[in-house]
């Protein structure tokens, strides 16, 4: 059974879904006017492997994150670069896939944008309007915040702890100072759209309400999102969407937490804004998820290149150890061994792995149990001989850590054979051939094959090249 931290009721909670068998997951994805900097891509990733463990665990898992593709920051982008605010939308929503993808986090299985959805959410305002929670006032409408008797139920604030530094911008024209804007008036030479209360474009807010019931329905399984959106985004989308469809809006509400860098809470001020796009030129980014994954969601991370450098050696670690025991399959004894202590140790270890993720997805955890699989291998490796049956369960459960926590256990640079490794093994099976041992040379010989390596014969002996 799956338990979860529940930020709506501040407790650890059994995951029970609308349907059974089935997940609604909502996450809130990036405004579109930058590349993502590390901290949209902690989100990113810890809710991808949320994702990948409840599909591991069997469910269906519908997973909705949008985009944010007309906001204040896009326009002003746009002004400065002489662009439209679609063509900088569209640029950096290329973008956020391609930095993502390198993160190896899965597209969702729909990404909607708001542009795409500008009917649906003037239809919404509409609704909140004839029943009361909203209001039109100089070609802007607001929501009646004091209208929503469980306002601050989320961040668990009251209405008069709200007010204290409350105040009118100017410009609005609010009934109170605690109303929040669902539709603006466009200014002059913005982007907008024609509406009931004048030409404009939505508030942010309103935006995820009525993308998630459009693609998910009235009442979603999951929200999820960064820790600085519980107030005032997510606060506001329950106030809106539970006064429009009088329904709970999601059962259970996901937050990760903060990076920091250096110690430091990241801030453009401060000069640490970094951007994963800049990151990844410089760091593997298989190694900057495996950083990642190695903290529990909902802790803050450190980002610091140390830490980083520490995470790339215990990947390195893995990686070398699996690619051992690949190595060593060709050669072990192709024979069954029931009875063999090291399957029942990596079975428990696995047992292990999905009690840590059953418990709030605890990747910490689950990154010890992946370190004990591999010094359970590395002790195994030293055997003298070996079994296929132990080293391809050994693989099996590596490849459910990697399928779960999204980090591959191959990676870029070991795709191939090197040069030395080749000419080791090409000595070996000259070594078995001599001492008859016909059947260990067509074993090297077929393991060479399928990494596209052919053997030529030739008068200064046997010689390799890449098929």
């Not at 509406?195 to 979603?220: K, N």
């Not at 418990?359 to 055997?383: H, S």
């Amino acid at each position: 059974m799956i338990t979860l931290y529940n930020t709506l009721t501040r407790q650890k909670e059994k995951f029970i879904p609308i349907e059974e068998g089935k997940v609604k997951m909502y996450v809130c994805g990036p405004t579109v006017y930058n590349y993502i900097h590390i901290g949209n891509a902690r989100a990113t990733v810890a809710f991808d492997v949320v994702r990948r463990y409840l599909e591991y665990r069997g469910y269906d898992v519908q997973y909705v994150s949008n985009f944010t593709d007309v906001d204040d920051k896009l326009i002003k982008t746009a002004n400065e670069l002489g662009e439209t605010v679609p063509e900088i939308a569209d640029r950096f929503i290329e973008a956020f896939y391609e930095d993502t993808g390198a993160l190896n986090c899965k597209r969702g299985t729909s990404n909607p944008r708001v542009m795409d959805h500008m009917d649906d959410i003037i239809a919404f305002i509409k609704v909140l309007v004839e029943k009361g929670y909203a209001y039109e006032s100089g070609g802007d409408v607001y929501y009646r915040t004091r209208r929503f008797d469980d306002y601050g139920k989320l961040s668990h604030q009251s209405l008069d702890d709200l007010k204290v530094g409350a105040r009118i911008e100017t410009g609005e024209q609010k009934e109170d100072e605690l109303d929040f804007t669902l539709w603006k008036q466009a200014k002059p030479g913005e982007i907008k759209w024609d509406s009931p209360w004048g030409e404009g474009r939505p508030g942010w807010h309103i935006e995820c309400s009525v993308m998630a019931q459009v693609h998910l329905g009235d009442t979603i399984d999951i929200h999820a999102g960064g820790t600085d959106l519980q107030f005032p985004h997510h606060e506001n989308e329950i106030a809106q969407s539970e006064a429009h469809n009088d329904k709970t809006f999601a059962n259970y509400w996901m937050h990760n937490g903060f990076v920091n860098i250096n110690n430091e809470k990241m801030s453009k001020s401060l000069g640490n804004f970094i951007l994963v796009h800049d990151i990844i030129k410089e760091i593997d980014p298989d190694v900057l998820r495996f950083f990642m994954v190695g903290a529990h969601y909902r802790n803050p991370i450190n980002y610091d290149l140390d830490l980083v450098q520490s995470a790339n050696k215990g990947l390195e670690r893995i990686r070398n150890s699996y690619k051992s025991l690949t190595d060593r399959e060709s050669f072990a004894l192709r024979e069954n061994d029931e009875t063999n202590q090291y399957i029942e140790n990596i079975n428990q270890i696995l047992l292990d792995f999905e009690t840590y993720m059953d418990d709030d997805f605890n990747t910490a955890n689950a990154m010890t149990a992946w370190y004990d699989l591999n010094k359970l291998a590395n002790k195994y490796l030293l055997e003298n001989t070996t079994s296929t049956q132990t080293i391809q369960r050994f693989k099996e459960v590596y490849q459910v850590f990697s399928d779960v926590l999204g980090v591959p256990l191959v990676g870029k640079a070991q795709n191939e054979l090197l040069d030395e490794e080749i000419e080791a093994l090409i000595e070996e099976r000259n070594e078995a051939r001599k001492a008859k041992n016909f059947q260990r040379a067509d074993e090297i010989r077929d393991a060479l094959k399928e990494q596209n390596i052919i053997l030529e014969d030739t008068a200064q002996g046997v010689r390799f090249k890449r098929g």
